[in-house]
């Protein structure tokens, strides 16, 4: 009796480990098609999207960050951190 258990499991199981590999494969390739486009070269590109760290993890690759420069991100409308810490921090010295 349970031995059929486990086969009914172990065939649940398969679907979802085809759907996670399929979800790997697309999040490497949008990975490398966007670090393409921001210039990095194929063969650093394939070293970083490869990989299985998730963004938060990622942004500390030193391929991401030669492409995610602070130029870029500013023109792309993303904040300046250094400045919103100076603001936080030391709001006494906004004025100088």
């Known amino acids: ?5 486990f086969f009914k499991r172990r065939g649940r199981r398969e679907p979802q480990r085809a759907i996670t590999e399929l979800r790997r494969y697309v999040e490497d390739w949008v990975r490398r098609r966007h670090l393409q486009a921001l210039g990095i070269e194929p063969k ?10 998730g963004y938060w993890r990622m942004s500390g690759n030193s391929i991401v960050q030669r492409a995610l420069t602070n130029r870029w991100l500013q023109e792309q409308g993303g904040p300046d951190m250094k400045q919103q810490r100076i603001a936080l921090h030391y709001p006494e010295q906004q004025g100088v």
């Open 44 to 53: 650093r590109v394939k070293l970083a999207s490869r990989s299985r760290k």
């Open 1 to 5: 009796m349970r031995g059929g258990v």
